[in-house]
């Protein structure tokens, strides 16, 4: 088998994996609701799955963790939080972010 052969296998696979997930969720609840006690840690999901994909990203640097004031990332990131927490808006919250990060690049270096 060659290498592009086993590449699109493996997208393939993937897809047919992904596809059956979601699929399992519609036959499993597609006539009626999902349970309360299934609802409410459901609602958490999103929230966490945000969380893990950012924070790396603000507090690594090269590998190594960079939790100080002097990582213009950090603080971008911690403007942002407060602006989704005054407006609430996504975009408030990425305009805020992006500035704040220009700037403390621009000041901290």
């Known amino acids: 088998m060659s290498a592009d052969l086993k590449i699109w296998a493996i997208i393939g696979c993937a897809a047919a994996g ?3 997930l979601r ?3 519609f036959a499993l609840f597609g006539n009626r609701g999902v349970p309360a006690t ?3 840690p459901l609602k958490y999901i999103p929230p966490a799955v945000l969380a893990a994909l950012v924070v790396p990203a603000l507090v690594m640097h090269q590998g190594a963790a ?3 004031w002097h990582n213009p990332r950090l ?3 911690l403007v942002a ?4 927490w005054k407006t609430g808006s996504v ?6 972010g992006m500035v704040g990060f220009w700037v403390f690049r621009a000041v901290l270096g």
């Open 81 to 84: 939080a407060l602006a989704t």
């Open 18 to 20: 992904t596809f059956l």
């Open 23 to 25: 699929l399992s969720f």
């Open 75 to 77: 603080l971008a990131g």
């Open 38 to 40: 299934l609802e409410r």
């Open 66 to 68: 960079r939790i100080s």
């Open 91 to 96: 975009l408030w919250t990425l305009g805020a």
